[in-house]
């Protein structure tokens, strides 16, 4: 037997219906906020996520699945949706259109992780970007968005953690403040943030090492080294976020694994979910567009991993609807009511009626426990007495009711 590869799952038919119920409360929640699909490549030139993701991050040192094409072009899986985004939005001329580009994804996304709950090697995001603006009232909107998606769909238990990182001129000092309070414990930081002192001094202040946590709990806060304008900035998304009655917990220790985040940053944790407890990441990327080659464009979004919303869903106790369930079996009990129940369902099916027939040759007992199966509302019996009326024996599984239906009445019977 071949396994499919680990850090991958299938996606059966016992749980697609969760994902079509989430992929469609997105869009319709999307749609209310003026957001539009955009699809990008699978994989795209390594540059873009080398240039973009940026090169002192685990994403592209460690988790990237990169390779050659037969024409040697270095091609890598997509790690995440945004750097895709933004090469989209530089490469199609969507500066010219009109701003803000509000844009969203669902996407499959690849990582070369240590695969656990919540932590896959190939995985989902749903994720918005909104391109064009640099005002704070649209990452409030964002947040906003985010906030509104976990409502909808009832999720319970998130906790919304907001921090500003700053631009290119306040993080520089800030980054030079930690390091020097960093220096003297050197020694005691784990062997990866070792490596982050130089490379990237803010990603020591998430580490989950025990060590590391008890050593940042006094370090300087990046809240005290704003500049002007990030503060005002980050005072406006307050501003807004409260405006909108959402809650949020300032935390000066989230400061994202991507290099492109600048000003907002953001994340939704869940406590009941294990280790992998962020749903929910995002931020302001002011220089992404301009580093991947296009227009000085300002941008924010997030993306949430599906697989993690589910597990949340679940653990919030929300029951998903089933919509794809038949409403209709059909149980013939000979040769000629079985073409009579073939036609009859498939000019129901054109009609939008979801039924199924008998495939296997069943007994009508063994046909009422698989529409039982089937979670039908109704059973349509066509025994020889039927097919000479010209009838069916219409049950009602919900009440246990009977009646014989006319052919021609079956669509006004059984439609809602
Ligand atoms: P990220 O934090 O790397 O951000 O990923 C976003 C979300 O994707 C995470 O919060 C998590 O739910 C999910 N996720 C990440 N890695 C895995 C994995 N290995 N298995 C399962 N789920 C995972 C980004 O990707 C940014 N592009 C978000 C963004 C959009 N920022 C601005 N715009």
């Not at 992929?23 to 319709?28: H, V």
């Not at 009832?154 to 001129?169: A, E, F, M, Q, R």
Request: proline share 3%; hydrophobic share 35%; with cysteine.
């Amino acid at each position: 037997m071949i396994n499919a590869p680990k850090g991958t799952k299938d996606l059966l038919p016992i749980d697609s219906y969760k994902w079509q119920y989430v992929e469609k409360t997105a869009r319709e929640t999307a749609k209310a906020f003026g957001i539009s699909e955009i699809r990008t490549p699978t994989f795209e030139h390594t540059e873009v996520f080398l240039r973009g993701v940026g090169e002192g991050t685990d994403i592209v040192n460690k988790e990237m699945y990169t390779f050659n094409d037969k024409g040697g072009r270095s091609i890598t899986l997509k790690p995440e949706g945004t750097a895709g985004v933004a090469r989209a939005f530089i490469e199609n001329g969507m500066a010219n259109t009109a701003l803000p580009a509000k844009l969203f994804y669902i996407t499959q996304c690849f990582r070369y992780e240590r695969p656990q709950a919540g932590r896959l090697r190939e995985f989902h995001q749903f994720g918005i970007e909104f391109l064009g603006s640099k005002e704070a009232d649209i990452d409030a909107e964002a947040i906003l968005f985010a906030k509104t998606f976990f409502d909808k769909l009832g999720v319970k238990g998130l906790t919304l953690y907001i921090n500003s990182i700053g631009c290119k001129n306040c993080r520089g000092k800030y980054e030079e403040a930690l390091k020097d309070y960093l220096k003297s414990q050197y020694d005691n930081l784990c062997p990866l943030c070792r490596e982050r002192f130089e490379k990237n001094p803010l990603r020591i202040l998430d580490c989950k090492n025990e060590d590391c946590k008890i050593i940042t709990a006094n370090a300087p806060r990046i809240l005290d080294y704003l500049c002007d304008e990030c503060q005002t900035h980050f005072d406006k998304v307050q501003t807004y976020l409260n405006l909108s009655g959402v809650e949020f917990k300032i935390n000066a220790n989230i400061v994202r694994g991507l290099d492109y985040y600048t000003k907002t940053v953001f994340e939704f944790v869940s406590e009941n979910i294990g280790a992998q407890g962020t749903v929910c990441g995002g931020g302001r990327y002011d220089g992404l567009i301009k580093e991947l080659g296009g227009a000085d464009e300002k941008g924010v979004g997030f993306a949430m991993g599906i697989e993690r919303l589910l597990l949340v869903l679940e653990a919030s106790g929300v029951e998903i609807p089933n919509e794809n369930k038949i409403s209709l079996y059909f149980a013939p009990m000979g040769e000629k009511e079985k073409e009579k129940a073939f036609s009859l369902a498939y000019e129901l099916r054109l009609k939008g009626i979801a039924c199924e027939l008998d495939h296997m040759s069943r007994g009508i007992k063994a046909q009422f426990k698989y529409a039982d199966k089937l979670g039908v509302k109704y059973v349509a019996v066509i025994g020889s007495t039927e097919l000479e009326k010209g009838v069916v024996k219409l049950k009602n599984m919900q009440n246990g009711n009977e009646e014989e239906v006319a052919y021609a009445n079956l669509y006004q019977a059984v439609k809602d």
